[in-house]
């Protein structure tokens, strides 16, 4: 549809074209400097219709193969010309969505080409090649769900929910062979599949919800694959040796994500943040802040920046003052209301000194927001934007977010080894490990989990 606009997309929407019953379009790829200018390299495609209703035949990079409507495609991979005898290798996956005059085909982002990646991905760097020649290619993206695509509608949730079952069915294949024949040191297998369900179908369960969907198929979505995560959990105790120690770890919990907090926009309510004259709002990062007249900013999921002079490029606030203004601004944000309802918005307020230390500190937020669940710092926030509202809902599809105060949203830790320290954290793994070799793990925060600290 040449009509869909493109404007606010996290994707590109791309319009075709057809002629004599063959659809021709472009996959698009990374710039380029050609003749003095920049443009996208692209690859060409073409479609028409199989010989079966819901097909679809795809030329694409001296390639031909059969792409069926509500299937994804297998891996097909790509090479685009970035310059002299130079090409970026690289991989998509087709969503046949609709055919016919409703024609829409989705493609993910072009992934690195595990076997022959544009830089190391893998270390040592030929794994990356060994594990898709042994195991099949796989997603090398960084998180691998397209949750924008869901979330923008390019995608149904079944569609979305066949993408999540490929990605953790390629990584149990890779777990199952890597774990037979691993023989002793440490093994580390990371899967994100219960983070990314429950971003996207929180809705599902949480009636609340500005974009609930009391959807039967959904509704115990989450639930499903909390149980299929604990059964790869049984799987890996099942194979190995007995006196083999297994932990496993999450980091965070989860909570709604029901409302939406402008913090940019609560900084000039209070005083702390001025916009240029004439300057009602932004959502571009800080173009409309006036900072002579700044004292603090927010940037990120809940860092507020005090204006300090030294650090800050149009700085105003000399260290002295630093101090007052984080305090004030703390004790503020703890009476912050929902206008909507009166809630608390805020749980906790914490102070760089409390929470960061290393050589890097004096670079971290001079305070973090710990919101109360159900609340969390906005998309604008993230990115120095100061929206026209203070708080408003999330009728988004990302309906579930662990960016609240810790207390809210604590972490887990199961072993199989009996764990003796108490109120353990997420600072005492890695000293754990290098506990369980032998090894002191000098200048860690954390302790030993299997010794009693008491």
């Not at 509608?153 to 062979?177: C, H, N, P, W, Y």
Request: charged share 25%.
């Amino acid at each position: 549809d040449p009509e869909l606009a493109d404007s606010d997309s996290r994707g590109r929407h791309v319009s075709v074209m057809k002629k004599n019953g063959v659809i021709m379009s472009a996959l698009y790829g990374p710039k380029v400097m050609r003749g003095g200018r920049e443009e996208e390299a692209r690859i060409p495609f073409t479609l028409h219709d199989g010989e079966k209703p819901g097909e679809m035949v795809m030329r694409i990079a001296g390639g031909t193969s059969v792409l069926r409507k509500g299937q994804w495609s297998d891996w097909q991979k790509v090479a685009f010309n970035i310059g002299l005898f130079r090409k970026a290798s690289g991989m998509v996956r087709f969503y046949l969505a609709s055919t016919g005059d409703s024609f829409s085909l989705y493609a993910t982002p072009v992934n690195f080409d595990p076997e022959e990646p544009l830089f190391s991905i893998s270390s040592p760097a030929s794994y990356s090649r060994t594990a898709a020649r042994k195991y099949g290619l796989y997603p090398t993206l960084g998180m691998p769900h397209d949750t924008w695509g869901l979330q923008e509608g390019k995608l149904s949730e079944g569609a979305f929910l066949d993408q999540v079952e490929g990605v953790l069915t390629s990584r149990q294949r890779i777990l199952r062979a890597e774990l037979n024949k691993f023989r002793g040191g440490v093994f580390f297998f990371y899967f994100d599949t219960l983070d990314i369900v429950q971003h996207m179908f929180y809705r599902y369960c949480d009636s609340s919800s500005p974009s609930f969907e009391d959807n039967a198929r959904f509704r115990e979505i989450i639930n499903g694959y909390y149980e299929k995560i604990d059964s790869i959990v049984g799987e890996v105790v099942r194979s190995v040796p007995a006196d083999t120690t297994v932990m496993v770890l999450s980091d965070h919990g989860f909570s709604p994500f029901r409302r939406q907090v402008h913090l940019n926009r609560w900084l000039e309510a209070n005083g702390f943040l001025a916009l240029k004259p004439g300057v009602a709002d932004s959502d571009v990062m800080f173009d409309s802040v006036d900072w002579s007249r700044t004292k603090a900013y927010a940037l990120g999921f809940g860092g507020i920046y005090i204006n300090r002079i030294g650090r800050d490029f149009y700085g105003i606030v000399p260290e002295i003052l630093a101090h007052a203004i984080a305090r004030e601004l703390s004790e503020r944000l703890k009476g912050f209301r929902d206008p909507l309802d009166g809630k608390n918005i805020v749980r906790n307020v914490y102070a760089s000194p409390d929470i960061y230390t290393g050589a890097c500190v004096d670079s971290a937020p001079d305070l973090y927001v710990g919101f109360e669940p159900g609340y969390r710092a906005s998309w604008q926030t993230a990115l120095g934007g100061v929206p026209a509202a203070l708080v408003e809902d999330n009728a988004r599809k990302w309906s579930g977010d662990h960016l609240v105060d810790p207390s809210c949203v604590p972490g887990v830790v199961f072993s199989n080894k009996k764990i003796l320290k108490k109120d353990p954290s997420v600072l005492d793994i890695a000293p754990s490990v290098y506990a369980l070799f032998g090894v002191r793990a000098n200048g860690m925060d954390g302790k030993d989990l299997f010794v009693n600290d008491e």
